[in-house]
């Protein structure tokens, strides 16, 4: 028996390829969708793991940078600017020192690059006031170092009382032995990087960039370190010296540092200055802070970290750790 062909007329023909065609477009929709889905979600699998590398990558670095201030305090407690901890370090590339059998086609670009600053080279504002009461000398530093860089001397006051209004107040006791008024806890937070300048009336982005190579925030009052200081900071701290006196003092050290204060008294030659206290300056430092740079790919991470040194062991701790 020879079977009948049923033919469509053109109509539901044309319909039938249409809805084919819909049903084509519709599934393909549905796949690249999909396709683009998994591809944000690699992308962001891929960056979760460059993150967790630059920050492995950023703890060696600092723990590279404790063991060199660690062995730097056990062979000279002296702090100057010819040390190997002042030395920076290039952008180096992470697999010239790392062979975990990989093929050519896996190479990361990964670089690392650094460097440790002397946290006692910059004017420790911490030391504006003691106990939530304001330090003169160093209200008057930094007023100086403010005019110095065309601002307001002014701002100095106001950062002092801020300062002083971020310390629990020392405890007083009426005769009877009750606490006094004085005894006052602080209830505003402490200042803690340049950036909180911010929060102070009169300062600007443009001005705290001015003074974030010279001025620092560190958990207790320190001395500078006049091995390590710049001739603003030095001329600011120490009453009556000059900024081309501060250089001579700068140009002195650079030929031989001084290797302590009474080394620093017998080659004062200013005469009309008296040698500055231990209190203002010192030639040994407690607080460093390492910059690191990792770069990975096309991800890079910045980290900034304050490592506190222990005076007499020379053991080593992370303060804080910032990443920009």
Same mark, same amino acid.
Request: charged share 20%; proline share 4%.
């Given at each position: ?5 049923v033919?469509l007329p ?6 039938a390829i249409?809805t084919?065609l819909?049903?084509?477009a519709?599934a393909?929709?549905?796949?690249m969708s999909?396709?683009?889905q998994? &591809?944000v979600q ?8 460059f993150q967790?590398q630059?920050q ?5 670095a600092?723990?590279? $940078?404790r ?5 730097d305090?056990?062979?000279?407690? @002296?702090?100057y600017l010819g040390?190997?901890w002042?030395v %920076?370090?290039e952008?180096?590339?992470?697999d010239?020192?790392?062979?975990n059998g990989r093929g050519s ?9 650094g ?6 080279s ?9 106990a939530?009461?304001?330090?003169p ?7 100086s170092?403010?005019?110095?860089q065309g601002m ?7 950062? $002092? &009382?801020?300062?002083a209004s971020?310390?629990?107040?020392a ?7 009750s606490v006094?008024a004085a005894?006052?806890?602080a209830?505003?937070l402490?200042?803690?990087? @340049?950036d909180?300048?911010l ?5 600007? %982005?443009?001005t705290v960039?001015k003074?974030?190579e010279?001025?620092?925030?560190? %958990?207790?009052?320190? %001395?500078?370190n006049i &091995?390590t200081?710049?001739?603003?900071v030095?001329s $600011?701290?120490i ?14 050290r650079?030929?031989a540092?001084?290797?302590?204060l009474t080394?620093l ?7 009309k200055v008296p040698?500055?206290a231990?209190g203002?300056? &010192?030639?040994q430092?407690n ?6 740079h ?7 991470l ?8 222990t005076?007499i062991?020379?053991a080593?701790?992370?303060?804080w750790v910032?990443?920009?």
């Open positions: 028996m020879r079977r009948s062909l033919t053109s109509a539901q023909r044309g319909v249409v084919a819909l049903l084509a519709l393909i929709t549905l796949v999909l396709f683009g998994q &591809n690699v992308r962001s699998i891929e960056n979760q793991r967790l630059k492995w990558v950023m703890r060696g600092l723990d590279w $940078a063991l060199i201030l660690r062995e305090a056990r062979v000279n407690r @002296v702090d040390e190997p002042s %920076p370090l952008s180096t590339r992470l010239q020192y790392v062979d086609e896996d190479d990361t670009d990964a670089t690392l690059s460097y440790v600053i002397d946290a006692e910059r004017l420790n504002l911490t030391n504006l006031a003691v939530g009461v304001v330090d000398a160093t209200l008057l530093a930094f007023g170092l403010l005019s110095g307001d001397p002014g701002l100095a006051t106001a950062t $002092a &009382n801020m300062v971020t310390q629990a107040k405890t007083q006791f009426n005769s009877d032995g006094g005894a006052v806890s209830k505003i402490a200042l803690t990087q @340049v909180d300048l929060a102070i009336p009169g300062f600007t %982005p443009a960039a003074l974030r010279l001025v620092v925030f560190l %958990p207790v009052a320190t %001395p500078i &091995n200081a710049s001739a603003q030095i $600011a701290r009453a009556g010296i000059s900024l081309s006196d501060a250089q001579q003092i700068v140009t002195a650079n030929q540092y001084y290797k302590d080394d008294a017998a080659r004062w030659t200013n005469s040698i500055p231990a203002v300056v &010192n030639t430092t607080y460093f802070i390492v910059h690191g990792v770069q990975l790919d096309r991800s890079a910045d980290v900034d970290a304050l490592i506190e040194r005076p062991s020379g080593t701790r992370v303060v910032r990443e920009n």
